[in-house]
């Protein structure tokens, strides 16, 4: 598993998932209702999530359940190993692949979740609309998550960079 990890890490495979991310992203963005979908919101109540699809017709409903199906869910796996990758080549360690997996883990949950809400509309479940609020507030702050672990590596690599390439320099001299 560990070689599998390393593997991503590489800047072919990086780039082949940079390319897949921005694909899945034009995508979804193209087809995803964003004003409404649920899974862009952040602490939404039960009646939020009613509100925002009783906003959207039926045909719009069911664009939104078909691209959770055909996108959103292969999407996961697609981020689930890009961020792998980068916070593996930035950091070093394998073990910070699983951030990413949480995020994975709360967004195929919010995904199973809404997919629910959107069967049983117009009957409203209100505690399967807080659920899914419940998973999509945990991918988001995730997401923050992730993103700080980032920026730190990225920082940390420019730092380590200037520092190693100062301190030969002055072994040279």
Known sequence: MKQFFQSLSK???LCLLAGLFLLFN?????TMPKEHALDLMFAYSADDAY???AKMDLSQRETYRIGIWALDM???AVYFLLFSGL???LLK???VAWLPFGVLVMDLFENLSVLKILALYPVQNMSMASVASLFTTSKWVLVVVLLVVLVFGLLSNSFSRKY???KSAE???
Request: aromatic residues 8%; hydrophobic residues 45%; without cysteine.
């Open 74 to 76: 292969p999407y996961m």
């Open 51 to 53: 509100g925002a699809l």
């Open 11 to 13: 800047p072919g495979s």
């Open 171 to 173: 072994v040279r001299i």
């Open 93 to 95: 360690n394998t073990k």
């Open 26 to 30: 034009f995508l979804l963005s193209s």
């Open 164 to 166: 190693l390439a100062s």
């Open 87 to 89: 916070l593996i080549r």
